[in-house]
Antibody
């Protein structure tokens, strides 16, 4: 069965970086984009960017350009999202979600979420 | 950037009611519109893709319609498990609407 398992909760200080992992199983990792979406406490969903695990190519939301880096390791079917220069308003649950490389864009499986807390 | 605007932001309804949530795009997105349901503390769940296609395993009381800039999600007869937040998403550049919280009246 398809599973996306994310790394555990993180507490970081302002100005630091965080790297969240998303390990995929139950499907061909290189056949699906991996997107990252975040949700601040009590707020809506915010798309951050995506990576093509096949090529390593990325697309980032303009808001996060220069602060976010998405990478992958195809040998262990894992995608990563690193956010730098953290601020208090980066406190959120971060989700990964897969999307087929070919055909309709849809996020059909999601990770369980990783809470990142930014606090001094 | 394509902006997505949902209405209403919140809605109170009773079990058995028919409910409609709307989503408007700032420019035409053809039928590239998805709907998700999210319950507290859980990841979102895909309900509808391409504006009107029901995701596998989703009950048939959920339906979607629309094209261009105006879209709707309809729940034909609310069940207790349907009280949740709902989000639309355009799949040109993946942005979401601000969400609609569906609460029990």
């Amino acid at each position: 069965q398809v599973q996306l398992v994310q790394s555990g909760a993180e507490v970081k200080k302002p100005g630091a970086s965080v790297k969240v992992s998303c390990k995929a199983s139950g499907y061909t990792f290189t056949g699906y984009y991996m997107h990252w979406v975040r949700q601040a406490p009590g707020q809506g969903l915010e798309w951050m960017g995506r990576i093509n695990p096949n090529s390593g190519g990325t697309n980032y939301a303009q808001k996060f350009q220069g602060r976010v880096t998405m990478t992958r390791d195809t040998s262990i079917n894992t995608a990563y999202m690193e956010l730098s220069r953290l601020r208090s308003d980066d406190t959120a649950v971060y989700y990964c979600a897969r999307d087929p490389l070919v055909g309709t864009t849809l996020f059909d499986y999601w990770g369980q979420g990783t809470l990142v807390t930014v606090s001094s | 950037d394509i902006q997505m605007t949902q209405s209403p932001s919140s809605l109170s309804a009773s079990v058995g009611d028919r409910v409609t949530i709307t989503c408007r795009a700032s420019q035409s997105i053809s039928s590239y519109l998805n709907w998700y349901q999210q319950k507290p503390g859980k990841a979102p769940k895909l309900l509808i893709y391409d504006a009107s296609s029901l995701q596998s395993g989703v009950p048939s009381r959920f339906s979607g319609s629309g094209s261009g800039t105006d879209f709707t999600l309809t729940i034909s007869s609310l069940q207790p498990e349907d009280f949740a937040a709902y989000y639309c998403q355009q799949s040109y550049s993946w942005t979401f609407g601000q969400g609609t919280k569906l609460e029990i009246k």
